[in-house]
């Protein structure tokens, strides 16, 4: 079944709390509904999104806009003792691990508390505490709006990166409407704990349940990161900036001269690469907690851009994105690159 809203105001179907609105607002339950909705929206623009917390709408959107509803949930022996859960695009990706950790399965813990739904967590491959979505996607099932069937992606298929995936690719970008993901966990997993010091949060790690690990990165996240229900944001505006080992050693002397020559960054080697923070690029540049109008870097994470007084407008959260890139730039000569997809 599928509803189709004209003129829809998507204020609430974004986090960043833009507001913003469609031609027209499409919801479906069913991944068969599909061949039938694309087929009506003929050459007309759409996209398709998920709970909107990862976008940055640059104004209004004059196409349709797509929203899953499918909500199924099934779960199956997998090898090796392991559970297949296949879950609808549509779920929310809390709400699935809440339900998967409550049941005894290791794998998504780690990625409590991220917003966005199922479908997302594939395109986006999202990533947190040493984990990310791909370590534990087995397949992805999608609509092919091409050649108009469903086909079924391998995890190899999907050309995971690091907050990337064959769904973002300049290539198949909008071809796949994600329906269903299937992700492998097991009840005999191990925890991750090695990101920053997880681990020295439990005393005996032997005792420790999926839900307790769950409950831990809560704690943390509700610590640093807005709560999406309470201020606009869309989560990390910029990806940690990956460069190569000149860059790196450039890097570490201009730290030297604008910190002082005790200073040091973190860095951490990606094979012949380091992986910078960009949270710390954008602090040591005096950006934390900074605000212009109505948009600010969150105080504890300023990684975060956030809708402060709820009534920013797109043109504002540019400047600030513009603003940081300038500055991170002009201070360590490095080009940080928006995480946060932009929307026109
Ligand atoms: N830092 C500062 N100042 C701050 C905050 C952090 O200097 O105010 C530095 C510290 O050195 C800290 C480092 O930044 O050790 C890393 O901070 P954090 O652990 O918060 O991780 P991150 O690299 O900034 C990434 C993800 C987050 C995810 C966290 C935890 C990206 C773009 N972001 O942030 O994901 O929650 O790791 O795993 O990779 C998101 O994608 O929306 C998101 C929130």
């Known amino acids: 079944m599928h509803t189709v809203i004209p003129d829809y105001n998507m204020k609430m179907q974004n986090t960043f709390r833009m507001n913003v609105s469609c031609k027209g607002w499409i919801e479906y339950t069913d991944a ?4 039938g ?11 398709h999104i998920g709970q909107g917390s990862n976008m940055l709408f640059l104004g209004n959107y004059n196409g349709s806009v797509l929203h899953s ?9 997998g090898e090796n003792a392991t559970t297949l859960v296949r879950a609808g695009a549509g779920i929310s990706m809390d709400s699935l691990i809440e339900h998967t950790c409550g049941a005894g399965l290791w794998g998504l813990e780690n990625l409590s508390g991220i917003p966005g739904e199922v479908g997302a967590s594939a395109v986006q491959n999202v990533g947190a505490y040493g984990v990310e979505a791909k370590d534990a996607i087995v397949s992805v099932d999608c609509y092919d709006t091409f050649e108009r069937r469903f086909v079924t992606l391998s995890n190899s298929d999907c050309k995971f990166g690091y907050r990337d995936s064959l769904f973002k690719s300049a290539e198949f970008k909008g071809r796949y409407i994600v329906t269903h993901v299937t992700y492998r966990l097991s009840a005999s997993g191990c925890p991750v704990l090695d990101y920053g010091h997880l681990n020295d949060c439990f005393d005996n790690v032997s005792t420790l349940t999926p839900s307790l690990v769950r409950n831990r990165i809560l704690e ?27 860059t790196h050693a450039d890097f570490v002397q201009r730290v030297k001269t604008v910190l002082g020559s005790d200073a040091t960054a973190p860095a951490f080697k ?6 910078l923070s960009a949270a710390w690029l954008i602090d040591r540049a005096g950006l934390k907690g900074y605000q212009i109008g109505n948009v600010a870097t969150w105080h504890t994470q300023p990684l975060v851009i956030v809708n402060a007084t709820g009534k920013a407008s797109p043109e504002e959260v540019l400047q600030l994105e513009n603003l940081i890139i300038e500055r991170v730039r002009d201070t360590f000569g490095i080009t940080l690159h928006p995480e946060v997809e932009h929307i026109d």
């Open 270 to 275: 990606v094979g012949e690469c380091y992986k």
């Open 37 to 47: 909705i694309i087929a009506t929206l003929g050459d007309t623009d759409f996209i």
């Open 32 to 35: 068969s509904d599909l061949p």
């Open 220 to 246: 943390i996240r509700s610590k640093k990161l807005p709560d999406v229900e309470k201020v606009g944001s869309a989560g990390s505006f910029f990806k940690n900036p990956v460069v190569d080992a000149e």
């Open 69 to 77: 509803r499918i909500l199924t949930l099934e779960t199956s022996p």
